[in-house]
């Protein structure tokens, strides 16, 4: 896709990010919405190679709008500034409306192409399951996490709002609480776009995607529902 049109777009978008601006733009907003789409049919393509769960994924469910929902927002911006899709078996775009790993990516007005797998704020009953499941199989937790192409590309989990205690139930003494406190179990990492990048980005996140199955493939062996400690 270009590129270079869509980061383009949403910098101007950034900065103008109001109705009349954007019914103005939006001739240009259709036909880059149109290449992004074309960008997540190919990826999810791509993805099924190795992840045949995904195959059944509708690229159009995976877009997200580029409308915000403000009912509960203090930002009152009506649009998002970053064009973005979740590729799930069950076509549903985000992790927490009922638990199961994704595989997610965005680009923003910046340039920033940010790319991620796993569990984004799993709801409580999910989270819960995970983590006695962490306990329950940290032999094959660790060896997903010590697999060489996933730590290269992605490294550590994602932290944001990691409890600073052991979650209610949980011993401090168990070995692998340092996981049990997190509230995400999401990998992600991120790059820059540059005039030499490629348009054709489904190849290097379709091998990013390829290197985060290992996770992926765990949390799907997560048991549905778990017991309240």
Not at 108 to 131: H, M, V
Not at 165 to 192: N, T, W
Not at 203 to 225: D, I, M, T
């Amino acid at each position: 896709m270009h590129l270079r049109d869509l980061t383009q777009f949403l910098s101007e978008l950034t900065d103008n990010n109001n109705r009349p601006w954007f019914v103005m733009n939006k001739p240009r907003y259709d036909i880059l919405r149109e290449e992004f789409l074309a960008l997540v049919t190919q990826l999810v393509a791509a993805t099924s190679r190795f992840d045949p769960q995904v195959a059944a994924c509708n690229p159009k469910k995976a877009l997200f709008r580029i409308h915000r929902d403000m009912r509960f927002s203090h930002d009152k911006s009506p649009y998002k500034t970053q064009f973005s899709a979740s590729i799930r078996p069950d076509g549903r775009k985000k992790p927490s409306d009922g638990g199961g790993p994704s595989y997610y990516f965005q680009i923003d007005g910046s340039g920033q192409l940010f790319f991620a797998a796993g569990e984004y704020a799993p709801p409580a009953d999910r989270l819960r399951a995970i983590r006695q499941h962490v306990i329950a199989d940290a032999a094959g937790f660790n060896k997903a996490l010590r697999n060489k192409a996933l730590k290269s590309t992605f490294g550590s989990f994602y932290e944001e709002n990691k409890l600073s205690r052991p979650p209610k139930g949980f011993d401090a003494d168990e070995p692998m609480i340092e996981y049990l406190k997190l509230k995400h179990f999401l990998i992600c990492s991120d790059v820059q776009i540059t005039a030499r990048t490629s348009p054709d980005l489904a190849p290097q996140l379709a091998e990013a995607f390829k290197n985060a199955y290992p996770l992926v493939q765990w949390l799907r062996s997560v048991p549905a529902s778990a017991e309240a400690p």
